[in-house]
């Protein structure tokens, strides 16, 4: 840890907190525990674009520099929804000058080995360079965003998409278009970006917002801007230094602050990182309500309107995106729904995986990361208890009977003589 602090003991958290760069607070709000990771999970698996848009995948496309991690963030939500870390898409080293990727990609993500394939797209695309003629061609975005462009599509930075390309889609329908488009910055390298490179982005995001496509820029490689992100990644929404950066990049690119989202993909990890997730599974789920926000721009657009279909959906996504009726609060935890993936819990000090009935769950002991909003700074540990359901009781039937009045005091409980009171029977 930075300045001597050691993760996981009281004196070494404490220090950490106090250490220069650290706010008080978060400045955006997040909940850093398993709960949250599983829900976003379970409310991303259930994603599915408006069935009266006619689109099955909504469509991610990621555009950047040569070296960001486009390619690595796809990895990492693959690596998330397999519970394993991956490498489907290739990757470059550091020392790459060209882009390691060279074709129009569509990605698709699959909810385990055997699972379901769910309902977005990520594609991945070849690296911009500052140069002209080299890397991605901005000049050939356009095709892209109008869905002319087939999968698996060769680049050529001299340009090479045309009419007369085998595969050119003439006649493109919205599910061939792109839905929500994602420039990747490096934070190392936010400060120092060239006005060549500026220039392309800025004409890049012209043709992106004529189309009224929702712009989202991800910034990655947090854990190498900031001291205390390196050691936590929890701790990126009180830094200051990559608040900063936050803000520069939204200022550079031209677009709300609260459009930028900061994520680590996994480059060195063999296994899965839960705060790591957290912040790549927000990060795709803002771009999964802004696709939404494009779709129904799209129904205007096509004179069609929005119609409330005559049996609402019950998904998870659209349970989770919907006002309730009764005013109560949204219930963020189920411990009756599918097990918890705890496949992350060998790298938290202190940690221990349980089987239970319900699948694998997760202990803590003394862990040095913020785990809930109402955890104070202060606080050196978090122990987040799980208790195992026990074994199979016999069956108990409950009667409701008219309880005499009074009614004496049971277990130092005194029940109300007016209301009826459920006496348990065995079966």
């Avoid at 006002?323 to 705890?342: C, D, E, F, V």
Wanted: hydrophobic content about 35%.
């Amino acid at each position: 840890m930075g300045n001597g602090a050691t993760k996981g003991t009281p004196g070494g958290k404490l220090k950490l907190l106090t250490s220069g760069g650290l706010m008080k607070n978060h400045w955006r709000a997040i909940t850093w525990d398993e709960q949250t990771r599983y829900q976003l999970i379970e409310t991303i698996k259930e994603y599915k674009p408006l069935g009266q848009v006619g689109v099955q995948f909504a469509k991610i496309l990621l555009l950047g520099h040569v070296n960001v991690g486009k390619s690595s963030f796809f990895n990492t939500i693959n690596s998330i929804f397999r519970n394993h870390v991956t490498a489907q898409a290739p990757v470059g080293s550091p020392r790459d000058q060209r882009s390691v990727t060279t074709k129009m990609r569509g990605y698709q993500v699959r909810n385990g080995r055997e699972g379901k394939v769910l309902n977005f797209k990520v594609v991945d695309t070849m690296g911009i360079e500052e140069e002209k003629r080299k890397g991605f061609e901005p000049s050939e975005l356009s095709y892209l965003l109008d869905g002319h462009v087939p999968d698996n599509h060769q680049f050529d930075p001299s340009g090479n998409i045309s009419g007369e390309m085998p595969g050119f889609v003439k006649l493109p329908k919205l599910q061939d278009k792109v839905h929500c488009c994602v420039f990747v910055l490096d934070a190392n390298s936010i400060t120092g970006m060239s006005e060549a490179l500026l220039n392309k982005l800025s004409d890049m995001r012209a043709k992106i917002t004529s189309r009224g496509i929702p712009l989202i820029v991800l910034v990655t490689k947090v854990d190498k801007a900031c001291n205390q992100t390196c050691q936590d990644v929890s701790l990126v929404y009180r830094s200051n230094h990559i608040q900063h950066l936050i803000a520069l990049a939204g200022t550079k690119i031209g677009i709300p602050v609260s459009h930028v989202l900061p994520v680590k993909n996994y480059t060195h990890e063999i296994e899965l990182d839960p705060w790591v997730d957290i912040l790549a599974l927000s990060a795709l789920q803002q771009m999964l309500r802004f696709t939404d926000n494009y779709f129904d721009e799209c129904l205007v657009q096509y004179g069609k309107g929005y119609t409330q279909p005559e049996k609402t959906s019950n998904d998870l996504w659209t349970r989770n995106t919907t006002m309730r009726t009764n005013n109560q609060p949204k219930q963020a935890w189920q411990s009756s729904s599918a097990a918890t993936p705890t496949a992350v819990a060998g790298r938290i000090p202190g940690a221990s995986v349980q089987n239970t009935p319900l699948g694998k769950s997760i202990l803590m002991g003394n862990v040095g990361t913020p785990v809930g909003k109402t955890a104070s700074p202060e606080k050196q540990a978090v122990l987040m208890e799980v208790e195992e359901e026990e074994p199979d009781e016999p069956e108990v039937k409950k009667l409701e009977v008219e309880a005499p009045s009074p009614v004496k005091p049971t277990n130092g409980i005194c029940a109300s003589p007016s209301q009826p009171q459920p006496l348990e029977v065995a079966a």
